[in-house]
């Protein structure tokens, strides 16, 4: 029942795109469209269906969909073609626990080498992260939440681990998991917000890391005690994960 529309999401979403795309433009359009969690997970991805959206061959949208499958974002099974990749709440714990430990060691060099622009740039984007809460806007807090931890963390200037860290997080975005915490949880998240924003400033490394900690615990409760209903994770099928 829901193969169509979900389909039709993904096809509408590359409507206008220029016909005889680039194979990087294809892997870019797709990723981004995976990304933003307007094609939920499990979505079938129609290869000649995107490939005419593109006026391109099968062969570069393969090619693209392969490197996905490299990046956690897209699901091959004989027999079942491409699906966006749905994960199972073992595996978003897991993604969850190497996210932290990533996010932890930048931030701990970030703090040291951070300049006074650096928080200019935190106290900015904490600012459209507090218009997101006030407007109880779901998938607006989702995106400027990323975009504040990112402005703590950039100033470690890792670039591997920033990768790497990127990488980790691309893997859950799709599911989009902060638009479907409730106002008030978002509220008790901003809360830490407002805290490593402070730390940050301060120069405070253990308060910085101590209060993401609790931040990252505290988000992964939420999301632990999501109603099954939500549709948010794959039951899994008794094999890896």
């Not at 129609?46 to 996905?68: K, N, Q």
């Not at 997080?169 to 407002?194: F, G």
């Amino acid at each position: 029942m829901s193969g169509p529309r979900r389909r039709s999401i993904l096809i509408s979403r590359l409507a206008g795109r220029p016909l005889g795309s680039p194979h990087a433009a294809i892997l870019d359009e797709l990723r981004g469209i995976i990304l933003d969690g307007e094609v939920p997970p499990g979505s079938a991805i129609p290869v000649d269906a995107v490939a005419a959206a593109f006026g391109v061959s099968r062969i570069p949208v393969r090619e693209a969909l392969m490197t996905l499958i490299g990046e956690g974002l897209v699901d091959h099974r004989p027999n079942g073609g491409y699906r966006v990749a749905t994960m199972t709440a073992a595996e978003f714990t897991e993604i969850y626990l190497v996210r932290e430990a990533l996010e932890t060691a930048a931030l701990r060099s970030a703090v040291e080498l951070a300049t006074e622009d650096d928080d200019r740039l935190a106290r900015a984007v904490h600012g459209a992260l507090d218009a997101a809460v006030v407007a109880y806007d779901g998938r607006l807090y989702h995106r400027e939440s990323r975009r504040f931890h990112l402005a703590l963390l950039r100033p470690c200037r890792m670039r591997r681990l920033l990768h790497m860290l990127d990488a980790a997080w691309n893997m859950t975005e799709p599911l989009q998991p902060m638009t479907h915490l409730d106002s008030a949880d978002r509220v008790l998240l901003h809360a830490d917000h407002a805290g490593m924003l402070a730390a940050f400033c301060a120069r405070d490394a253990e308060a910085l890391t101590g209060v993401f900690a609790e931040h990252h615990h505290r988000l992964q409760a939420a999301i632990g005690a999501l109603p099954h209903d939500t549709g948010l994770f794959s039951p899994g099928d008794g094999g890896e994960g």
